[in-house]
C-alpha cells in the first residue's frame, strides 16, 4: 500500500518536491496544496501518513500551521521543509510537535530519507540546522553554567553580607553595652544623695569617660558610612605632622597607662595631609596596637623621611593575627577579629578599616609586616607634598624589594597577619592601591 504524502509549499517548491520523490522510484501517493488553510483541509479529508510543508507560507503558516494540522491528524508525521535556517524557528517548530525541520538549502533528496525516518518514528533534522542547534545548546549550556556559577557567587555574597550585618549588630551592641552599663550605673549612684565628695569625682570622671567612648563610636561610624559613600571631604595642606603624632600618642597613652608608648619622632616632619584625619589614622592605629599588647610591654611608634614619601609605623608586642583576618580588618568595617561572644579586648573593628580608607583618601598607602618574635608593624606612608601620590611597593619575587628600607616593607593587606609565617612579610597584594 502506497505511503500517502502532502505535500504543502509554493508551486515552484511544489515542482521541486515532487519531482525528487516520484524520481526516487518509492512507492508514495502524493497530495498537494499552496497554502495552510487548504493544507489543514485536505490532510483532515485524506489524513496522510506525513505532511512535508513551508513554514513561511501566507495566512496560516510556522508552529500555528504544525499545531493544526496535528489537532486534525494526530497520527500525522509533520516535516517542516524551509528555507528559514534558524535554531529558534526550528526549536519551536519542533515544540508545536514538528518530527522534522530541514532546509531547503539541504537539497530536496534529503526529504525523502526524512520522510523514511520519521515514518519510524525518528526526528529529523537537517545536516547544517543540527550543527547550529548543537552549537546553541552548548552556548546555552556554558552561558547556564555561568549564570550557575554567578548565582553561586552571589548568593555567597548574600550569605556573608548577611552574616556581616549579624556579626556587626552584635558587635556594636557589645560595644555600646559596657558604657551605657557604666553611664547607667552612675546615674543610679549620683541620684542617690550622701555620696563622698572624694567618690563622686571618680564617678563623674568614669561617667565622662564611657560618654566620650559612646561619641567616638558613633564618630567612627560615621567616618566609616562617609569613606563608603564617597562623601568624606579631606583639607589636605603641607604640614609640620610631628606635633600631630606627639598629641595623638599623648591621647592614646591616657587612655592605656600600663602600656608605655615609645616615640621616635623627629622635631619637625613636613607631609602632605589633613591634620585633625591624620591625627585619626594615628589613634586608630595605637588604639589598636595598646589594645592586643600585653600590660607593660612597649607600643612604638616611629616617624621618618624616606625617599617614597613620609613613613609611620606603630608597632605592637600581641600574639598577632590570623592572615585572613587581617585582610578582612582592612576591608571590611566593624571586624573584630574575635568572635563576638567571646570577646576579651573592646574595640568595635572600624580601626583599621578606617585607616586604610584615610591613608587612601590622602593618596598614600598602608601596609602590615608581621615580626619574627610576635607582634606586628602597621605602616603607612604619606605625600611630602601636596598632589604627589606613593608609588606602589614591588611584590614579592621583585628584584627590587630587596633595595627597600628595612622598615619600609612592601604593603600586605592584612592588619594583623600571625607572626609565624615570614613567607608574608613582603607580600603586596593586587588590592593595595598605587594611587588614592
Not at 569617660?209 to 563608603?228: F, H, P, Q, S
Not at 576591608?331 to 573592646?346: H, M, S, W
Request: charged share 25%; hydrophobic share 45%.
Amino acid at each position: 500500500m502506497p505511503t500517502r504524502v502532502l505535500l504543502c509549499d509554493t508551486p515552484e517548491g511544489l515542482a521541486q518536491l515532487q519531482y525528487a520523490l516520484l524520481r526516487s522510484g518509492a512507492d508514495i501517493e502524493i497530495e498537494t496544496a499552496t497554502d495552510g488553510f487548504r493544507a489543514v483541509e485536505i490532510a483532515a479529508r485524506v489524513q496522510p501518513a506525513v505532511v512535508v510543508t513551508e513554514i513561511g507560507l501566507e495566512g496560516l503558516a510556522g508552529p500555528e500551521l504544525v499545531r493544526r494540522l496535528l489537532a486534525v491528524v494526530p497520527e500525522t508525521r509533520v516535516v517542516c521543509w524551509s528555507s528559514v535556517a534558524s535554531p529558534v524557528v526550528a526549536a519551536e517548530t519542533l515544540a508545536a510537535g514538528a518530527a522534522g525541520y530541514l532546509l531547503k538549502d539541504d537539497g530536496s533528496e534529503t526529504v525523502l530519507r526524512a520522510i523514511q525516518a520519521v515514518l519510524l518514528g525518528n526526528v529529523a533534522l537537517g545536516p547544517r540546522l543540527a550543527l547550529q542547534l548543537a552549537e546553541r545548546l552548548t552556548s546555552e549550556s556554558l552561558r547556564r553554567q555561568e549564570l550557575e556559577t554567578r548565582l553561586a557567587e552571589t548568593t555567597e555574597r548574600l550569605q556573608e553580607l548577611t552574616s556581616a550585618k549579624a556579626d556587626f549588630l552584635a558587635n556594636v551592641s557589645h560595644e555600646l553595652r559596657t558604657p551605657l552599663t557604666v553611664a547607667k550605673g552612675i546615674a543610679y549612684v549620683l541620684r542617690h544623695r550622701g555620696i563622698p565628695e572624694e567618690e563622686l569625682d571618680g564617678f563623674l570622671e568614669q561617667l565622662e569617660g564611657a560618654l566620650e567612648k559612646l561619641m567616638r563610636l558613633v564618630d567612627e561610624m560615621l567616618t566609616v558610612a562617609e569613606l563608603d559613600r564617597g562623601t568624606l571631604a579631606l583639607r589636605i595642606v603641607e604640614t609640620d605632622i610631628a606635633p600631630v603624632l606627639r598629641h595623638a600618642a599623648d591621647q592614646i597613652a591616657r587612655q592605656y597607662p600600663n602600656v608605655p608608648i615609645e616615640r621616635r619622632i623627629p622635631a619637625s616632619l613636613t607631609a602632605s595631609a589633613d591634620p585633625a584625619r591624620l591625627a585619626e589614622i594615628v589613634r586608630q592605629l595605637l588604639d589598636n596596637a595598646c589594645r592586643y599588647t600585653a600590660e607593660d610591654q612597649p607600643v612604638s611608634l616611629v616617624a621618618r623621611s624616606l625617599d617614597e614619601g613620609v613613613v609611620i609605623s606603630i608597632t605592637d608586642r600581641g600574639v598577632g593575627m590570623e592572615r585572613r583576618t587581617a585582610t578582612q580588618a582592612f576591608a571590611e568595617p566593624f571586624t573584630a577579629g574575635e568572635e563576638i561572644l567571646r570577646k576579651e579586648r573592646a574595640g568595635a573593628g572600624v580601626g583599621l578599616h578606617m585607616a586604610r580608607q584615610l591613608v587612601v583618601q590622602h593618596g598614600g598607602i598602608m601596609w602590615a609586616d608581621p615580626l619574627p618574635a610576635g607582634g606586628t608593624r602597621v605602616s603607612f606612608c604619606l605625600p611630602r607634598h601636596v598632589g604627589e601620590r606613593v608609588s606602589r611597593q614591588p611584590e614579592l619575587g621583585d628584584p627590587a624589594a630587596a633595595e627597600r628600607p628595612a622598615d619600609h616593607a612592601a604593603a600586605g593587606e592584612g592588619a594583623r597577619p600571625s607572626g609565624r609565617d615570614p613567607a608574608v612579610t613582603s607580600s603586596l597584594p593586587s588590592s593595595a592601591p598605587t594611587t588614592a
